[in-house]
């Protein structure tokens, strides 16, 4: 072993680093050495790191996860060196580190953003912010998720599985109240002309597929998606109806 990998290894242990993560560090930090044919850190360069990472990632395989823990490796490498890490070391690291900060709205830059939307939008939006719900289970919701009397929202997978049930926001409820009832009467004009049917989850199509027309089965945002009627005359279509694109 070189001795810059025993400086790192006396480090590493000082520091308290576990054995098997001491391991890894160490393997990566000797091929990073390997792959620039020296064994003196001091004598390398920026140029030698960001080489080594693109051969890692090009000729290696190596995934995020991998590349992350060699930047980290060749980090220790030079914090073990009698001066530490060079500072073209630590202004590379920053820029490879991710950003962690959340990009979060404040209350009045929500109020504004609020006051541009109308209609689903801001229905939308309004619930993704007030429950903390993601884009895509927004858009999947159900008639039958909204309990107004409760004021509860159910979440669920793409399987039907419930994932957690939230409060509802009580300055979403009126126009809550005003979407489900002006969708109640699209269902039930739907169902007049024959339509009226949404998708459902695959295991529950095979099981109970009449459930389609059902009120409670209906999307809080529809997109209804013109099919042909497989068999009805002149090329007639069908509307099934599925949740708007998140």
């Not at 009397?149 to 979403?172: F, H, Q, Y």
Request: aromatic residues 6%; charged residues 30%.
């Amino acid at each position: 072993m070189s001795d810059s990998l025993t400086r790192m290894r006396i480090a590493l242990r000082a520091e308290g680093v576990e054995e098997e993560r001491c391991k890894s560090l160490l393997f990566w930090a000797r091929a990073f050495l390997t792959f620039c044919n020296n064994d003196d850190p001091e004598r390398l360069d920026r140029n030698d790191v960001e080489g080594f990472l693109a051969h890692a990632s090009e000729d290696r395989f190596a995934g995020r996860p991998s590349r992350n823990r060699a930047l980290e490796a060749i980090e220790w490498l030079f914090k073990a060196m009698p001066d530490g890490p060079p500072a073209w070391l630590r202004i590379l690291i920053e820029e490879r580190r991710p950003d962690a900060t959340p990009n979060i709205l404040s209350e009045s830059e929500v109020r504004r953003l609020l006051a541009q939307l109308k209609g689903e939008s801001w229905l939308a939006a309004a619930l993704i912010y007030g429950t903390g719900i993601r884009l895509l289970e927004c858009v999947r919701l159900r008639v039958r998720d909204i309990d107004l009397g409760e004021n509860k929202l159910t979440v669920r997978d793409s399987a039907d599985k419930i994932t957690r049930r939230l409060p509802l926001p009580e300055n979403i409820q009126p126009r809550l109240k005003e979407h489900l009832e002006d969708l109640k009467l699209t269902h039930i004009r739907d169902i007049v002309e024959g339509n009226g049917g949404a998708t459902l989850p695959p295991l529950v199509a095979a099981r109970t597929p009449n459930v389609a027309r059902n009120w409670g089965w209906q999307y809080l945002f529809p997109q209804r998606l013109e099919h042909e009627r497989t068999g009805a005359p002149d090329h007639a279509v069908s509307k099934v109806i599925h949740h708007v694109d998140p």
